[in-house]
């Protein structure tokens, strides 16, 4: 962490100051700014991105390990611009450490919340363990992405590795017949309707959004609701704060069940890499809607909830199962 700190410090101060300004409105940097900062430093992407490191690290929230780790994900564009994501690990105190998110899923987790397809390259100021390799793994053209990890070479002061390289032998989603991936668009679009219940509410609807959108290709064990057979995990979250404004977060499985990520773990990170001051604490609601089947996200949305916000009651809304046609 030592080493980062030292390459902020190597920003020339006004450019530190821009970046500064930056992350108060949203850990995101546009394809200009992308291009603005390397033109204006003279480096290139690779640099630009392991220098924004530490920045990243400053939207980490470890009351438990006090170990702040930051990552930088880049999505190329297709006129060859790159847009930059910023993530940052994410404790709860008194919940189950299996909760954490690390700051790789946050990166990868904030750029699929503004829409990207792909992830090319993703730096982090640790190495990534293997928890999140395997998360990694999940990820459209996982085979071509460049990760860029610290090095103990002052002249290179990183080294890029291949996820292949880093995780040999691996299991992952075809090992299950799967073909979807994480941030690819997914084979069959789903349409989930609210059981027994209609909402124009919009923060019940936007929950509802989430949850169709969320990452669930693995079919799971049989509906309470309807003994369908075949129902995905479509589970997603939204917050709500005292502005008004909504935060959506959803539901990515992966093959090993394990690294998935909970709704509310994404709607959180979310909401801290794209407002880094706005407080847990002006939550206002939590509405989890999901489909019925053998796994849930209520009980680990209710342990979260109760750590960052334990005033608050958790509104919780099933789906009808989607059609096996929509799956
Ligand atoms: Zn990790």
Redesign the pocket.
């Known amino acids: 962490m030592e080493k980062d700190r030292s390459t902020a410090q190597e920003f020339p101060r006004k450019m530190g100051h821009q970046l500064g300004g930056i992350l108060q409105s949203g850990g995101r940097l546009s394809a200009q700014q992308v291009c603005d900062y390397m033109t204006s430093l003279e480096i290139d992407l690779e640099t630009l991105m392991v220098m924004m490191l530490p920045f990243a690290a400053e939207l980490s929230i470890a009351p438990i390990s006090h170990f702040s780790?930051g990552a930088v994900a880049a999505s190329i564009n297709q006129d060859g611009s790159a847009t930059l994501y910023l993530g940052a690990n994410m404790e709860f105190q008194k919940s189950p450490l299996s909760s954490s998110l690390?700051?790789?899923?946050a990166a990868i987790n904030h750029a699929w919340l503004h829409g990207e397809s792909s992830i090319d390259f993703l730096a982090t100021s640790a190495a990534?363990?293997g928890?999140?390799r395997q998360?990694l793994n999940e990820l459209h053209r996982s085979e071509q992405l460049q990760i860029l990890l610290p090095s103990d070479n002052e002249e290179q002061p990183w080294t890029t590795e291949t996820l292949g390289s880093l995780l040999p032998n691996a299991f992952g989603p075809l090992h299950l017949g799967v073909k979807d991936r994480l941030l690819a668009p997914p084979s069959s679009p789903c349409h989930l309707q609210l059981h027994h219940s209609q909402s124009n509410d919009p923060v019940i609807q936007s929950a509802l959004q989430a949850a169709s959108l969320s990452y669930a290709p693995y079919v799971i064990g049989a509906s309470s609701i309807t003994n369908k057979t075949c129902s995905p995990a479509y589970a997603g979250v939204a917050l709500q704060t005292e502005d008004g404004e909504i935060y959506c977060g959803r539901h990515a499985m992966n093959a090993a069940h394990n690294p998935s990520l909970s709704p509310l773990q994404s709607a959180l990170s979310f909401m801290k890499m794209s407002h880094p001051s706005t407080s847990f604490q002006t939550i206002t609601r939590c509405v989890l809607v999901e489909t019925p089947t053998l796994v849930s996200q209520k009980q680990i949305t209710e342990s979260i909830l109760s750590s960052i916000a334990p005033e608050l009651g958790l509104e919780y809304y099933l789906t009808d199962s989607p059609s096996e046609g929509e799956k």
């Open positions: 780790v690390h700051a790789e899923q990534p363990c928890y999140c998360f």
